[in-house]
């Protein structure tokens, strides 16, 4: 029996689009330039180190109400802008009709993922939604992906974990899952393919399924 973890925001659903949009507006609207590195800092991780990150880039911003900020106008924009990724719809059928025990596993907080999950069409293929919320550590930490294995009762060695983001990425690696990276707004780096497959799209990691090279 094997399994498949999806990250949410970036990988299955085109969502990282919007929050990106939405901290460049802040950033605009606050005078700050955001740095290069802005993406692949904050994608894929939970509210104390998303903190850090808003604390050092927007010194003289709250960064719990730039959060809530980003958060609030994300959610209006999702409510007519929030599509499945490419492949994502497929993939996940072809899994589920195949047997395969599938999960997500998400930093956003839970209401956001069931409510995304819900409008997308998604909710009757995951047996299992772990949400930031269900863990102590977000990621690169790897608790919430030992929860997800351990909740579809597999080792983590049978799970592939499906990420966008570097975190993401870590987290899977340290929990011994088998990484898979389809870039969205952060590109691989060397360090990263060191550790994981990376594929185009999602329709290319269902080739690859079908194919056996995964």
Sequence with gaps: MRGAIFDMDGLLLDSERLYQQCWHDLAQ???????DSFAAEINGTGADLTRKILQRIFPAADPDLLAAECAKRVTL????????????VELVEALHEAGWRLAV??????EMVFRNLEHTGFTPYFSQVISG???????PSPDIFLLAADRLLLEPEDCL?????????????????????????????EELRSFCAVYPSLVDVLAA?????L
Excluded: F, Y
């Design 161 to 189: 974990v499906l990420e966008d983001s570097p975190n993401g990425l870590r987290a899977a690696r340290a929990a011994g899952c088998i990484p898979v990276m389809v870039p969205d707004q952060v590109q691989p780096t």
């Design 105 to 110: 596993a998400s930093s956003s907080p839970r």
């Design 77 to 88: 924009m999702e409510e007519t802008e929030l599509l499945p990724k490419e492949g994502a």
């Design 133 to 139: 919320d269900d863990v102590a550590r977000a990621k």
């Design 209 to 213: 399924i079908r194919s056996g090279k």
């Design 29 to 35: 609207e606050h005078g700050v330039l955001l740095p």
